[in-house]
Nanobody, 128 residues
Framework: QVQLVESGGGSVQAGGSLRLSCATS????????MGWFRQAPGKEREGVAV???????EYAESAKGRFTISIDNAKNTLYLQMNSLKPEDTAMYYC??????????????????????WGQGTQVTVSS
């Protein structure tokens, strides 16, 4: 059973930074596609950033230049460094993961149904 546990959310003022972490349990696949999604009240869940087992990354337009996704394979932990936060970044942030076969499905626009494993979410609130 794969488990994902997020941490690092909180409340910050606009312009501040947060680093989200997603710790994973044992990983049964030879590779992975992992990502961060977010969902604001009344809105659809949207992809923020993804990373694949080859180290390829992709970001939503809203995250480019401000957020960085990374993974520490030794610690089995996924990160999302968020800088220059804006009030519109306020949302529940979720990490997601699944095995990756090297094909092109690992994209930031990939629908949530493609990911089989999800964390419980961590709240990020940015005040103006």
């Amino acid at each position: 059973q794969v488990q994902l546990v997020e941490s690092g959310g909180g409340s910050v003022q606009a312009g501040g930074s947060l680093r989200l972490s997603c710790a994973t349990s044992r990983w049964p696949y030879s590779s992975y596609c992992m990502g961060w999604f977010r969902q604001a009240p009344g809105k659809e869940r949207e992809g923020v950033a993804v990373i694949d087992g080859d180290g390829g990354t992709e970001y939503a337009e809203s995250a480019k230049g401000r957020f960085t996704i990374s993974i520490d394979n030794a610690k089995n932990t996924l990160y999302l460094q968020m800088n220059s936060l804006k009030p519109e970044d306020t949302a529940m942030y979720y990490c997601a993961a699944d095995g990756w076969d090297g094909t092109s499905w690992c994209r930031v626009v990939t629908t949530r149904d493609a990911f089989g494993f999800w964390g419980q979410g961590t709240q990020v609130t940015v005040s103006s």
